[in-house]
């Protein structure tokens, strides 16, 4: 049996309860805290607190960094014709491939363990990350660094129902399921072919801004989440439901449809901010993301502040969205909280943390406060 014991402050339990002790660890599993006399111990004299994920993110635009400022979500994003497709075009491989490899340091820079990347383009997409994310694991020695770990979701690019029921085939078998960028670039049709040929997770963005909605009732008299209930998708979780009125969150909870927002991605784009208070109160499993990176950066703790600031909900909620929730929304079994039978997965906030140091509500503190400089790249597995 390998045993580690870590003595530290933790952020422990679904109530982030701040709690100073030595951690049993007992093969890769959390069994509590000891009352014993024990001397081999790692000790940090910081906070521990659960690991941070980013629900969603879209890694491949981190080389095209704010190059449609007062442009349109539309004019951007909106394939294929959109700004950053025209510009992604454009780039070589190895620049993407580098790109992305930045864009996963400035994650693990950000305190993030785990994040989820909608990659578009079909397999070459995938594969593009792939080489990355190979690049960043053969420094890692070098580094000791633990890097985050993705959840990629690839994007079928085939008309043909031949060539795409294939292309799905090869994206299943490269990744963890399928993104689509929203309901309004398919048939009812290609959208159950896709689902159907879908193991794995399979999400889709919906109800963004209100010209998707608009576009979806105008050619589908339907809204996209209604379209997304009625055509019985069942999509593992939805991003955004910015324009969604209360019939259609009352949908997804009826459904358990869970929803990752992004409202710091919404409000860069100008279109609007979920009302993540009414999806709280109806009970919706609500998960964080951080977009685009070439509109945000991938920062965890600026979106608990930005939430915070403008909704006022409990700070403990709030963190909930970024560590529990995204791991049951992203299926990760046994993560995202300090508790018995959970994995050592962790966020380090460095000792000496001058703009937490007089808190007097720790959890509101991190979540409003804390920043990359906060971040301690401790990596407990190395000083075993």
């Known amino acids: 049996m390998n045993t580690i014991y870590i003595k530290s402050n933790f952020l422990y339990g679904e109530n982030f309860e701040l709690k100073k002790g030595i951690l049993v660890i007992e093969d890769n599993i959390i069994k509590g805290f000891t009352n014993e006399n024990i001397k081999n111990f790692i000790n940090y004299d910081g906070i521990i607190i659960p690991p941070l994920i980013n629900a969603h ?28 497709h025209k510009f992604l075009n454009s780039c070589d491989d190895k620049t993407l491939i580098y790109g992305m490899l930045d864009g996963m340091y400035e994650l693990y820079n ?32 070098q580094t000791k660094i633990l890097p985050p770990n993705p959840i990629i979701l690839g994007r079928p690019t085939k008309t043909d129902k031949t060539e795409l029921k294939q292309e799905i085939k090869e994206i299943l078998k490269n990744s963890n399921g399928i993104g689509l960028s929203g ?8 959208l159950k ?24 009732k105008k050619h589908h008299k339907k809204t996209e989440i209604e379209r997304i209930i ?36 919404n409000s860069s784009f100008n279109i609007g901010l979920p009302n993540i208070v009414e999806l709280l109160k109806s009970n919706i499993l609500i ?19 930005f939430i915070y600031k403008l909704y006022h909900i409990e700070p403990k ?16 079994n046994n993560v995202g909280l300090i508790k018995e039978g959970f994995k050592p997965d962790f966020t380090f906030i460095r000792p000496n943390s001058i703009n937490i140091k007089y808190s007097k509500n720790i959890v509101a503190s991190i979540i409003t406060r804390c920043e990359m400089g906060n971040i301690d790249n401790f990596n407990f597995k190395y000083r075993i």
């Open 183 to 190: 309901c309004n670039e398919y048939s009812d049709s290609k």
């Open 317 to 332: 909620e709030i963190l909930k969205f970024a560590t529990i929730n995204n791991a049951k929304i992203l299926g990760l």
């Open 193 to 216: 072919f896709i689902r159907k040929e879908t193991t794995g997770i399979f999400s889709i963005h919906a109800n963004e801004h209100k010209g998707s909605v608009e576009y979806s």
């Open 230 to 265: 009625d055509l019985n998708l069942n999509p593992n979780f939805i991003i955004h439901a910015t324009h969604s009125e209360s019939h259609e969150i009352n949908l997804l909870n009826e459904y358990n449809i869970p929803v990752v927002v992004c409202p710091r991605a």
């Open 110 to 141: 950000n305190g993030i363990n785990y994040f989820c990347d909608f990659r578009e383009n079909g397999l070459k997409g995938i594969n593009l990350f792939k080489k990355s994310y190979r690049e960043l694991l053969s420094s890692q020695e």
């Open 57 to 84: 993110t879209h890694i491949g635009d981190n080389v095209i960094k704010d190059i449609g400022i007062n442009k349109t979500l539309d004019e951007l994003v909106k394939p294929p014709d959109g700004l950053k």
């Open 287 to 305: 998960g964080l993301g951080t977009d685009n990176f070439m509109a945000n950066s991938p920062s965890i703790f600026k979106e608990m502040d």
